[in-house]
C-alpha cells in the first residue's frame, strides 16, 4: 500500500524531482501510518491483498463473462415473441463467513442482467429471477465457488 500511495503520489506530480520524490516518501509513510495506527490495517493484510489479486482478477475476469452470458439470454427473451418468460424467486443458503463474500456474491448476482439479489437475511439470499432459465444454478454459480476460495486463502493468513 506504501508503493501504491508514493506511485499515486508521482504520478499525480506529472514530473519528478527530487522534492517531489521525497515529500512523496514522507508524505506515503505518514498516510501508511495512519492506517496501520487507526484504520486496523497492517502488514499481514498487504500480504494477504497479494495473494488474493490474482482470485480477484479471475473473479473480475468470471463475471464479465456471466454478464455477456446473461445479456444474451435475457436478449432473446425480449426478441423472440414466442418465448414467455417465467419470472422466479429463488431462496438459498451461503455458508460464507466474511460480510465481504456475501456482498460480493449479492452485487454478482445483482450485476447479471436479468437477476436482482431482493434480501440478504443472515445465510439466506433471495433473489428475483426475469426467467426460470436464469434461475437455474444460481445458488451453486461459479462466483459461490471462487468466494469460498478466497475466504480460504484468507482463513491461511488470518
Same mark, same amino acid.
Given at each position: 500500500?506504501?508503493?501504491?500511495?508514493?506511485?499515486?503520489?508521482?504520478?499525480?506530480?506529472?514530473?519528478?524531482?527530487?522534492?517531489?520524490?521525497?515529500?512523496?516518501? $514522507?508524505?506515503?509513510?505518514?498516510?501508511?501510518?495512519?492506517?496501520?495506527?487507526?484504520?486496523?490495517?497492517?502488514?499481514?493484510?498487504?500480504?494477504?491483498?497479494?495473494?488474493?489479486?490474482?482470485?480477484? $482478477? %479471475?473473479?473480475?475476469?468470471?463475471?464479465?463473462?456471466?454478464?455477456?452470458?446473461?445479456?444474451?439470454?435475457?436478449?432473446?427473451?425480449?426478441?423472440?415473441?414466442?418465448?414467455?418468460?417465467?419470472?422466479?424467486?429463488?431462496?438459498?443458503?451461503?455458508?460464507? %463467513?466474511?460480510?465481504?463474500?456475501?456482498?460480493?456474491?449479492?452485487?454478482?448476482?445483482?450485476?447479471?442482467?436479468?437477476?436482482?439479489?431482493?434480501?440478504?437475511?443472515?445465510?439466506?439470499?433471495? $433473489?428475483?429471477?426475469?426467467?426460470?432459465?436464469?434461475?437455474?444454478? $444460481?445458488?451453486?454459480?461459479?462466483?459461490?465457488?471462487?468466494?469460498?476460495?478466497?475466504?480460504?486463502?484468507?482463513?491461511?493468513?488470518?
Amino acid at each position: 500500500m506504501y508503493l501504491l500511495f508514493l506511485a499515486v503520489w508521482l504520478i499525480l506530480n506529472g514530473k519528478v524531482t527530487l522534492e517531489i520524490f521525497v515529500f512523496g516518501v $514522507v508524505i506515503s509513510a505518514v498516510l501508511f501510518w495512519f492506517m496501520c495506527r487507526f484504520l486496523d490495517y497492517n502488514f499481514r493484510k498487504e500480504i494477504l491483498l497479494f495473494h488474493l489479486a490474482p482470485l480477484f $482478477v %479471475r473473479y473480475f475476469w468470471v463475471l464479465v463473462k456471466e454478464i455477456v452470458k446473461a445479456n444474451v439470454s435475457v436478449f432473446k427473451i425480449i426478441y423472440s415473441p414466442e418465448l414467455q418468460p417465467e419470472p422466479a424467486f429463488v431462496y438459498f443458503d451461503t455458508n460464507f %463467513r466474511t460480510g465481504t463474500a456475501k456482498m460480493l456474491l449479492a452485487n454478482s448476482i445483482t450485476l447479471t442482467p436479468g437477476t436482482i439479489t431482493v434480501s440478504v437475511e443472515g445465510d439466506r439470499f433471495c $433473489v428475483h429471477c426475469l426467467d426460470q432459465e436464469l434461475a437455474d444454478g $444460481v445458488e451453486d454459480s461459479v462466483f459461490v465457488e471462487l468466494l469460498k476460495e478466497m475466504e480460504a486463502e484468507e482463513e491461511k493468513w488470518s
